[in-house]
Structures are given as structure tokens and as C-alpha cells.
């Protein structure tokens, strides 16, 4: 009887429940994510991949769709990113430092960039193309030696 009692499937009170943020609303490709989009919605645990969806309603706040996001449905972790600092044709700080010598210039960014991330920009006096990584303040640092 023991037996027939665990393959007895649980009453929906006693199953284990997940709480994850999803969109109130359908949020597009390019859209920033807010507070204002998202509600707490709760999940059967087993129902759901936890490490492939996102489980922090904050760290979802700020970030870019990279897909399109339905209403009620788990965001995935791939399905968002952070918000670009460096936009391609725009102009960006270049900064170079090397011991106490520091250099600093704009630059005209070739592509998007995040923090972290290397991008190619070119120098708008000389014309050059170069390389560097984008810093969390939006600033492109160069690498020294």
C-alpha cells in the first residue's frame, strides 16, 4: 500500500512551488527591462530548469531583451543581457596608461560593447583602428605594457 501511495501524484498544496520573475507584458528585442514589466509568478519546482532560467527579479532590472519575452513565461538566462556602454557610431573614451602616464582621447566605437568586453574603435584624428576593453564607466581602456 506504501507503495501505491508514493506513485500517488502530490496534491498541488503539497508540491514544491518556485517563485521567478516573469513579464507582465510582451517585452521585445532591444527593450530595457524595469521593475514595471515583472511579476512574481509561482512555478511547480520540477517543472522548471532552475539554473537555465533567471531567479533574481533584481538582477533582471537593467537588462536588454535579446529575444522576444512572453507574458507569464520564465526568462531565460540567455535571453537577456546587459545594457551596452560602448554603441557602435558613437564616440567613446579612450584611455591609455602606462605607470604614472596617462593618455586619454575619443575614439569612434566600430561595435557594441559591454562591460568587459573588447571592441574595435577608430581614432578620429589619426584614422587608426584599435582595440580595447570597455571599463564599467563606459571608458575604453588600451592596453599597456
Request: net charge neutral; aromatic share 2%; no cysteine.
Amino acid at each position: 500500500m506504501a507503495v501505491l501511495a508514493m506513485l500517488l501524484p502530490l496534491p498541488a498544496a503539497q508540491a514544491a512551488e518556485l517563485v521567478l520573475p516573469v513579464p507582465r507584458v510582451t517585452i521585445y528585442p532591444g527593450d530595457v527591462i524595469d521593475d514595471g514589466v515583472l511579476a512574481d509568478r509561482a512555478f511547480i519546482a520540477h517543472t522548471v530548469s532552475l539554473p537555465s532560467v533567471n531567479a533574481d527579479r533584481k538582477g533582471l532590472i537593467g537588462k536588454v531583451a535579446k529575444r522576444t519575452l512572453l507574458p507569464g513565461q520564465p526568462i531565460p538566462v540567455i535571453a537577456v543581457r546587459d545594457a551596452y556602454l560602448v554603441s557602435q557610431g558613437k564616440t567613446a573614451l579612450v584611455v591609455y596608461q602606462d605607470g604614472g602616464l596617462v593618455i586619454t582621447g575619443n575614439a569612434l566605437a566600430l561595435q557594441n560593447g559591454g562591460p568587459g568586453e573588447v571592441v574595435s574603435l577608430r581614432n578620429v584624428d589619426s584614422g587608426v583602428i584599435i582595440k580595447g576593453t570597455v571599463m564599467a564607466d563606459g571608458s575604453v581602456h588600451l592596453g599597456g605594457p
